[in-house]
């Protein structure tokens, strides 16, 4: 048989097995398809229509006003991590509302609403749709925030558009050390086969390592992504993770940082020790040595010339969530 027949092959007895176990364990339980088309979102959806790749695809975001109704308000732009999409910047989005800010919380190509293609990403893309959404919003210039991967996001999009980019806004980045000279290489379709391992108490078991300690609101955060793993739409959300996943191993950011010329606050939660393919580290050393935010956030501040640093103890990988409003003070002391 021929590869490209044998390719073909696999995605169709593949999306037939899933299909299957998809309707094997929805009883009673929420299904979203690729683009979560009926998971609710705290504020309006909107697209912009890209092509990459000779593909069209959607980019979802939303735009939230300042409620003062301020013409010439700041902007502040919200990227999401990987694991994550815009709407679970819902509570840092009505704070920044109420201070004058207009927010946009984009859903990047692969993430959230947005279309789910198998393409080959990259933070530059990434972060060239982004300055293409802001382009057509008709911001000039704004204040970019990035918690996780949308820290490694950010830093590109101020790297590439220092022009653009007023101020930046680090929250536990991921990307702080280069994972290549932790992490073994994994081949693409063998990332792909963990991607579709996943369930709905695997995720559970795997936000639970974000946190100090679990809180039932953080059910919400794994609700989307448990019932994409229920839906006929599974394959195609695994290999978009798989090769955002990808992304994140091949292309770094840490040798980059002095680089930037932007001012730039960097938050770190004290307690997380996030490490993108730790599962995959066996050496015992290396896997002590990795991960270790508290030193990994000086090392980043010291990088960046004048770059604030704040560091939030008792707290893990999503400080807009676990201590919300700590981070809130510091975001907005930083960007008023």
């Given at each position: 048989?021929?590869?490209?027949?044998?390719?073909?092959?696999?995605?169709f007895?593949?999306?037939?097995?899933?299909?299957?176990?998809?309707?094997?364990?929805?009883?009673?339980?929420?299904?979203?398809?690729?683009?979560?088309?009926t998971?609710?979102?705290?504020?309006?959806?909107?697209?912009?229509?890209?092509t990459?790749?000779k593909?069209?695809?959607?980019?979802?975001?939303?735009?939230?006003?300042?409620?003062?109704?301020?013409?010439?308000?700041?902007?502040?732009?919200?990227?999401?991590?990987?694991?994550?999409f815009?709407?679970y910047?819902?509570?840092?989005?009505q704070?920044?509302?109420?201070?004058?800010?207009?927010?946009?919380?984009?859903?990047?190509?692969?993430?959230?609403?947005?279309?789910?293609?198998?393409?080959?990403?990259?933070?530059?893309?990434?972060?060239s749709?982004?300055?293409?959404l802001?382009?057509?919003l008709?911001?000039?210039?704004?204040?970019?925030?990035?918690?996780?991967?949308?820290?490694?996001?950010?830093?590109?999009?101020?790297?590439?558009?220092p022009?653009?980019?007023?101020?930046?806004?680090l929250?536990?980045?991921?990307?702080?050390?280069?994972?290549?000279?932790?992490?073994?290489?994994?081949?693409?379709?063998?990332?792909?086969?963990?991607?579709?391992?996943?369930?709905?108490?695997?995720?559970?078991?795997?936000?639970?390592?974000y946190y100090v300690?679990?809180?039932?609101?953080?059910e919400?955060?794994?609700?989307?992504?448990a019932?994409?793993?229920?839906?006929?739409?599974?394959?195609?959300?695994a290999?978009?993770?798989?090769?955002?996943?990808?992304m994140?191993?091949?292309?770094?950011?840490?040798?980059?940082?002095?680089?930037?010329k932007?001012?730039?606050?960097?938050?770190?939660?004290?307690?997380?020790?996030?490490?993108?393919?730790?599962?995959?580290?066996?050496?015992?050393?290396?896997?002590?040595?990795?991960?270790?935010?508290?030193?990994?956030?000086?090392?980043?501040?010291?990088?960046?010339?004048?770059?604030?640093l704040?560091?939030?103890?008792?707290?893990?990988?999503?400080?807009h969530?676990?201590?919300?409003d700590?981070?809130h003070?510091?975001?907005?002391?930083?960007?008023?």
């Open positions: 048989m021929k590869k490209t027949n044998f390719y073909w092959f696999f995605v007895v593949a999306l037939h097995f899933y299909a299957i176990k998809g309707a094997a364990q929805t009883a009673g339980k929420e299904v979203y398809n690729a683009e979560l088309t998971y609710k979102y705290p504020y309006p959806v909107h697209f912009l229509n890209i990459l790749e593909t069209p695809v959607k980019m979802a975001y939303m735009d939230v006003p300042p409620t003062n109704k301020a013409a010439n308000a700041p902007v502040v732009v919200l990227l999401h991590g990987k694991n994550f815009g709407a910047w819902q509570k840092t989005a704070f920044l509302s109420q201070n004058g800010f207009r927010v946009i919380m984009p859903d990047q190509v692969g993430f959230g609403k947005s279309t789910k293609a198998s393409l080959h990403y990259s933070f530059h893309q990434l972060a749709n982004t300055k293409k802001l382009d057509t008709q911001v000039k210039k704004a204040i970019v925030v990035g918690h996780s991967m949308g820290g490694m996001l950010a830093t590109r999009f101020g790297l590439m558009y022009e653009s980019t007023q101020k930046l806004v929250e536990n980045p991921i990307g702080l050390e280069d994972y290549r000279a932790l992490v073994p290489f994994q081949p693409l379709d063998k990332v792909v086969a963990n991607e579709l391992k996943a369930t709905e108490e695997s995720m559970r078991n795997y936000h639970k390592t300690a679990w809180k039932p609101e953080y919400e955060l794994i609700k989307a992504g019932g994409q793993t229920r839906s006929p739409d599974f394959l195609q959300v290999v978009a993770s798989a090769q955002t996943y990808d994140i191993y091949q292309q770094p950011v840490v040798h980059e940082f002095p680089l930037v932007v001012p730039t606050l960097v938050i770190i939660g004290q307690e997380d020790r996030t490490v993108v393919g730790k599962a995959q580290i066996k050496d015992k050393e290396v896997l002590a040595k990795a991960g270790q935010y508290p030193q990994l956030g000086k090392k980043t501040a010291a990088a960046i010339k004048g770059a604030k704040v560091e939030l103890n008792n707290v893990g990988h999503i400080p969530i676990e201590a919300t700590t981070f003070r510091a975001l907005l002391d930083f960007i008023k």
